[in-house]
């Protein structure tokens, strides 16, 4: 089928549209993509992150427990009595 050069404009030029919109089509999608698959890295350097605090926490948590506890009796006496050893070791 042959088209006269005096034919519609819209049939004439139609490969260069579908071209353009391909184009177009292809660019936007390259870069939907590469924003998503951005979006995705930043997720699992803040998910990371959060495990990396969250260790952090752990081991705080284990040695404010630690701290926490009520010293025993005896551990009490002895820490007195190494604080006296060491006041009249700097008052003599």
Known sequence: ?????????????????????????????????????TDGAEYLVGLENLRFEQAKLEALDTILGGLAKPASFLEQVEELGSFAAATKKDFD
């Open 1 to 37: 089928m042959t088209m006269r050069k005096s034919g519609n404009p819209c049939l004439i030029n139609w490969k260069d549209d579908l071209l353009e919109y391909a184009q177009l089509d292809y660019q936007l999608n390259r870069d939907l993509l590469r924003q998503e698959s």
